[in-house]
């Protein structure tokens, strides 16, 4: 998909500069390496991006210094922006940057700065301060690139349905290998490699392959364990395209499915489809889970939902919107961002579950883009349980 | 190897209750999830540990709350410790615990704790005093676990050893298929491959396969670049086994070393082997850095080494100690804890490299233990070049 111009880049920037503006700030501080990559497309692990209205500076150290410096000399580098090299720590580099940087008002990650990172720059400034000079007055943010990253531009768009496609391509595969005998470590290495092999740069998260009584535990391991008759096996996998995370659940069923099974995958299944067919611009977030719980728990399976419905899709593996539950402090919940009206452009999973401990688990789960007019699915592969023998 | 026992546990526990009573703390709010996994065996993602003289609360979210149950039934669960499920969010039922807590002084980790989360919690302990409770102070720490993490005890040296013996057979394996005409991607699947069957959980981070000039980036991602005659193949990859974490380096050459391969090679395992040489108790880390670079500066690579010599293994892949440059400000770097002496059962990767940009790079890492004498290689290859065709 090769990668962001540089004019989407100075897109991007805009669209957080108005968000900047709101708090009046004039400079701005970017410590969450993902909202590093957004804006820059640096790829490095290990960076700060100082916002100003002179320019941007890069910080990093030595192991990515090359390849910043490439970036910046190409067509998908950021404008406006020099590399730093870190000097002796990235919070001695940053406070001198800080003091000489002119700004008054200068926004930070709150969410995504260490206290003691905090304490490190705050007491630059100080000292800088007492000395004389005029320093920028720290002022906590939260999510203001990543509100900004919640609504995907076209390029995000794009590789975003190139990854459901591909990722689709996998799980049709993986549905043929899935039989008896098969073990959960065997199958987790045979999705990884097929994720590889599709074009994914790695998968999005540790694999999911979790039969019988593992299904009930959403987060299980890939164990030593063997599929055997009347097993629920549930498998929960995700690829990484150019960047950008895409996530998938199917169940399968070793034989004739149980009761259990059936009666948890019909339940689920109807979740998920009341769940998608709420989902258009306007909607807000909890709507989307509030569909798929009511289907649960008029099947008496609201217990057995232990997890929220979805979460947003990007350079993250969870990222904004969040998909869950309504608060009951509605103000709160509207007012901190954690419910949110969708609006066209966001992408995220829509995938409840139940789980019946001891037993088993079933979880569906499909990739959805809000569109002009409702939702388009980036993963398309047969919901039903998957009966294998 | 199983897991550790809750007798394990509670002896982990209290050598952090020596480190606490330095700063005369009476409870301690453990937020890093390896941390809580080192003191609990909780393997999920996403927890909050309150230590305190009466006992212990594991704080975590309908996902892991069955597990959480079992694990504090077990023979390997932490001993006078209580489940306790979030409410609507961590901070708030954080904040209610901490209120309720009695503790008069209570330590958080500064550096693994957002401004954001720090703030939330102070306000509700304002809160509280405002109504007239008694509530803790919230005191700064850094890295109180991590200090007792960096010195492994016997269920982790023999857990390391294991994993460290289990990864230099993969290395083998893989030193057979390198030829000309490979791509790096499919090398990389290969590995992830291997690492599974050799029995780990999966790789301790994206396997790194980088050919040609590819190699002089420390941190590139496998392409579908192809192998090519003079070639050099840097490769780096690592394991998870029971969560502990294992990293090995190796480099290859396609056919006939060049004239670069040679030089970089010859001087870098020169590097290596000085600074694994100087590895025993009583001795600095950043001695063990010094070594190497001493070796590289010598043969005129010493700006071609840029980044440090090693770091810390176990629950993460990096950890303490760092070995890395010596600090101009030695009182500052010794009180930071960013040099520490070596003791008995410290594990730390030794991995100087040189990279010549657009030429290409080397890199050559083994794990080793710090034992009551020297050292103990964990890993073990042949550490010379591989020439393969």
């Known amino acids: 998909m090769g990668k962001p111009t540089s004019k989407d880049l100075t897109r991007r920037l805009e669209r957080v500069w108005e968000k900047l503006a709101d708090e009046h700030l004039d400079a701005f501080l970017v410590t969450h390496v993902p909202n590093i990559r957004y804006l820059t497309n640096f790829e490095g692990s290990s960076a700060s991006l100082l916002i100003s209205r002179n320019g941007c500076n890069l910080v990093t150290d030595g192991r990515y210094l090359t390849a910043a410096r490439e970036l ?26 800080l003091v000489s940087s002119n700004a008054k008002r200068l926004g930070f990650e709150s969410d995504r700065m260490t206290v003691q990172t905090h304490i490190h720059l705050s007491t630059a400034l100080e000292r800088a301060l007492g000395s004389g000079r005029s320093v920028p007055e720290l002022v906590a943010t939260s999510r203001v690139v990543e509100k900004v990253r919640a609504v995907k531009d076209d390029y995000e768009r794009s590789t975003l349905r190139e990854a459901g496609r591909l990722l689709s391509m996998v799980a049709v595969d993986i549905s043929r290998i899935i039989e008896p005998g098969c073990q959960e470590r065997d199958v987790a290495i045979e999705i990884d490699a097929n994720l590889r ?19 009930a535990l959403p987060h299980a391991q890939p164990s030593t364990r063997v599929f055997t008759e009347g097993d629920i096996v549930l498998l929960d996998f995700g690829g990484v395209l150019d960047g950008y995370c895409v996530d998938l659940s199917r169940v ?57 419905t979805g979460h947003g899709l990007g350079l993250e593996i969870h990222e904004d919107p969040r998909i869950s539950k309504r608060d009951s402090d509605r103000k709160r919940a509207i007012a901190e961002g954690s419910d949110v009206l969708l609006v066209p452009g966001m992408v995220f999973t829509v995938e409840p579950g139940a789980y019946e401990p001891g037993q088993g688990g079933v979880r569906i789960e499909d990739d959805v883009l809000v569109t002009d007019e409702g939702y388009e699915l980036l993963t398309d592969v047969r919901r039903d349980l998957w009966v294998q023998s």
């Open 72 to 97: 910046l000399q190409s067509s998908h580098g950021p404008c406006h922006t020099e590399v730093r090299s870190v000097a002796r720590s990235y919070e001695g580099t940053l406070g001198d940057l």
């Open 197 to 215: 092999n599709a074009g994914f740069e790695r998968p999005a998260f540790d694999t999911i392959v979790a039969s019988g009584p593992n299904s």
């Open 252 to 308: 399968a069923t070793i034989g004739t499915p149980s009761k259990v099974a059936r009666r948890l995958h019909s339940a689920v299944a109807a979740a998920q489809e009341a769940a998608i067919a709420v989902v258009r611009p306007g909607v807000w977030a909890s709507e989307v889970d509030g569909a798929a719980r009511r289907v649960l728990e008029e099947s008496g399976l609201g217990e057995a939902f232990n997890h929220g």
